[in-house]
């Protein structure tokens, strides 16, 4: 997508969320490059944004965007390293991502209603009820699925194999079926061993899926 065209208030948003996440000083490899963590991953939301509607609004390619804005800076170990911990953290990631985002979206010229409906996408009030916070949630699950479930599964190998099937039956029921259609695709570019832990967390919670290795 050439951004040159957008609007120029959507333009100075997404600029302005990328001068933010290019000071992570974590990195990620993509190819051919070393890029600053968390503007890689708002990149690779937009481009599946972009894979799944050639209509995304300005609100949702704002959120996309903007969905880990500054995440580095809220970081995981300043809470309990638990199960309740873990969620508080990341009730307290999205409050943050919505307010910087809100504050981005009012200087480029946004109105107030704008960016409280941005903000609301990003603490994901309307999952499933509202388009664009579902569009969103698809995107950044086919995000984790092609970027970093392997990475995940490795840093986690003291899961059980029942533990797993939960995370992946979680995020599959948060999908819409277009972001089920889009993951199928995906599952087949993984290494056989997730394939096979994906496909057997599907097929336990739905009848109309194989027993092992999904692909499109």
């Given at each position: 997508?050439?951004?040159?065209?957008?609007?120029?208030?959507?333009?100075?948003?997404?600029?302005?969320i990328d001068t933010f996440n290019q000071q992570d000083p974590r990195q990620e490899r993509v190819e051919p490059a070393l890029l600053p963590k968390e503007y890689a991953y708002s990149l690779h939301m937009?481009?599946?944004?972009?894979?799944?509607?050639?209509?995304?609004?300005?609100?949702v390619q704002?959120?996309?965007?903007?969905?880990?804005?500054?995440?580095?800076?809220?970081?995981?170990?300043?809470?309990?390293?638990?199960?309740?911990?873990?969620?508080?953290?990341?009730?307290?990631?999205?409050?943050?991502?919505?307010?910087?985002?809100?504050?981005?979206?009012?200087?480029?010229?946004?109105?107030?209603?704008?960016a409280a409906s941005v903000a609301a996408i990003l603490r994901k009030q309307k999952l499933k009820a509202d388009p664009d916070t579902q569009?969103?949630?698809?995107?950044?699950?086919?995000?984790?699925?092609?970027?970093?479930?392997?990475?995940?599964?490795?840093?986690?190998?003291?899961?059980?194999?029942?533990?797993?099937m939960r995370i992946l039956q979680r995020t599959w029921s948060k999908m819409s079926e277009a972001g089920h259609q889009a993951a199928l695709g995906l599952?087949?570019?993984?290494p056989e061993t997730l394939q096979e832990l994906i496909g057997a967390a599907l097929h336990a919670s739905t009848d109309d899926l194989p027993p092992t290795r999904l692909t499109h």
């Open positions: 997508m050439d951004e040159s065209i957008l609007p120029e208030r959507l333009r100075c948003a997404l600029n302005q937009t481009r599946w944004l972009w894979a799944l509607t050639d209509t995304p609004s300005e609100h704002i959120a996309c965007r903007a969905q880990h804005v500054e995440r580095w800076t809220q970081p995981r170990d300043a809470y309990p390293m638990d199960r309740a911990g873990y969620y508080q953290w990341r009730q307290a990631c999205a409050r943050y991502h919505a307010e910087r985002t809100v504050n981005i979206m009012i200087g480029c010229g946004y109105s107030p209603e704008d569009l969103m949630e698809d995107v950044a699950c086919l995000v984790f699925l092609e970027r970093y479930f392997q990475e995940f599964h490795q840093q986690h190998d003291d899961y059980d194999q029942a533990k797993w599952v087949g570019t993984l």
